[in-house]
């Protein structure tokens, strides 16, 4: 009996021993699997530097940033803290925008960015933002909030300045008691 369990426990040694080395081989080709998934999808691997952007600032340009605020059938106030600033491309910066719910209840609003001029938007890449979502005041809140972004060096030469303008609309249904 003693024979047959040790041949029975190498056999199991052999299963678990093959498993083991699939379980490798199957981990190492996952690499080049995904890399041809995102060649044929179009995503971009985030393992590889986006080549089509540039990463270097360009210290010898300056670019005019100017920033708008408005709100449209919103009763709050709304303001950049930095109205202009001078950016050099490739550059990462922060301004910073004020909100303020006038009012004396909960409201919810979301920003919708636009640019001047329009073909800048391509070039405007903004890396955090609150217009990437709702945003809930209560009544009478007072919030900062960041805009961080980046301004591609393949900026045309011939665009100096871009205005950044953001426009905060009501959002329905968007206060705390539902009834926006």
Known sequence: MNVALQKSNRALLMKLGFVVIAMFGFGYALVP?????????????????????????????TVRVEFDAN??????????????????????????????????????????????????ARYFSKLECFCFSRQT????????????????PALPKDIPTITLSYTFFE???????GKS
């Open 33 to 61: 699997f995904y890399e041809k998934i995102c060649e044929v999808t179009g995503l971009r691997n985030i393992a590889q530097a986006d080549e089509s952007k540039s990463t270097q600032v360009d210290y010898a340009r």
């Open 137 to 152: 005041l209560q009544a009478g809140e007072k919030r900062q909030m960041p805009v961080v972004f980046v301004i591609d």
């Open 171 to 177: 959002v329905e249904g968007g206060g705390a008691d």
């Open 71 to 120: 709100v449209r059938k919103l009763p709050w106030t709304f303001r950049p803290l930095e109205a202009i600033a001078g950016v050099h491309p490739g550059e990462v910066r922060q301004v910073m925008y004020e909100i303020v719910n006038t009012t004396d209840r909960p409201m919810t609003g979301q920003a919708i960015p636009s640019y001047a001029p329009m073909q800048a």
